[in-house]
């Protein structure tokens, strides 16, 4: 006679889910200074970008990209639809940056490069890497005082759209607010951080 599953355990996975999630995110509460070196005005077809290139301690090296791009705020899910009267350029289009980050010998030139965005390393310093990601662009944002709207595409695994909210939750929540919408460069939509004090 085969025994039952305890009626307890869906709980129990449940809780260990949540436990695991805590200690996961704790990292994203400050973000890990790092040197790095900054590759301006680079181009991507008819968009300009700039690079914020890191090591990690394995001497690996990746690239956090800031892309300059135009929105139509009207696909943005805000909640006052004057939030953002002051920064529209024309026809409800405002400037933005989209932030993107990979491994820096990717040739984003060529065909169908975007998709290494959307490529796991294996390099098992996820923590070194997203806390340092997470530095560039403070470093980025401090830097350039100008810009108050930033975009992060949900074309991506669900985890690491999870990782990007939480990180982003933590460290700019309190300069900035997050709406989600949809916009021509992802599929998926995306979240978008627009300065309160604009």
């Known amino acids: 006679m085969s025994r039952p599953k305890a009626p ?37 077809g008819i968009i300009s970008y700039d690079i914020y290139r890191f090591k990690t301690k394995k001497n690996n090296s990746y690239d956090v990209d800031f892309y300059e791009i135009l929105l139509n705020s009207n696909k943005i899910k805000l909640n006052d639809n004057n939030f953002l009267s002051k920064h529209i350029v024309g026809n409800n289009i405002i400037n933005a940056i989209d932030i993107g980050f990979t491994r820096s010998n990717i040739d984003r030139d060529s065909e169908n490069g975007d998709n290494e965005y959307r490529k796991r390393t294996n390099k098992n310093e996820q923590y070194e890497v997203l806390g340092k990601v997470a530095f560039m662009v403070e470093e980025y944002i401090k830097n350039n005082t100008n810009i108050f709207c930033y975009v992060v595409g949900k074309d991506t695994y669900e985890s690491n759209l999870v990782a990007y909210r939480k990180m982003f939750e933590n460290i700019f929540s309190a300069k900035f607010q997050i709406f989600e919408g949809n916009n021509d460069y992802h599929e998926n939509g995306a979240y978008y951080f627009i300065k309160k004090d604009i």
């Open 8 to 44: 307890h355990m869906p709980r129990m996975e449940s809780i260990i889910f949540e436990e695991y999630n805590k200690f996961m995110f704790e990292i994203f509460e400050k973000s890990h200074e790092s040197e790095y070196e900054i590759i301006h005005n680079k181009k991507f």
